[in-house]
């Protein structure tokens, strides 16, 4: 679910963000890069506010997916804004 104030923030165009949800809902977008073969960079863009448990949470799961998702040895969960919605 997309709660009405992150309506359209999910993508632009036919291009969807990869997306967090918490309990069901939308929560933050993130984005994978691997600029250096030797790191794997996932970051996290909370739409609203994150409280520490949920923060550790989106963290171990980012984790788990960048060693499904990236051959990198090493992986880096950063929450950081890189998506500007002109707010």
Known sequence: M????YKGRNGVGNQAYGTVLA???LA?????????PDTSVLTVQ???ELGPALREE??????????VMSGAPTHDVRFATFVD???
Do not use: K, M, N, S
């Open 2 to 5: 997309i709660p009405p104030a």
């Open 23 to 25: 309990d069901g809902f």
């Open 28 to 36: 933050a977008l993130w984005r994978l890069d691997e600029t250096d």
């Open 46 to 48: 909370a739409l609203g």
């Open 58 to 67: 989106i963290t171990q799961e980012a984790v788990d997916l960048q060693t």
């Open 85 to 87: 919605f002109g707010d």
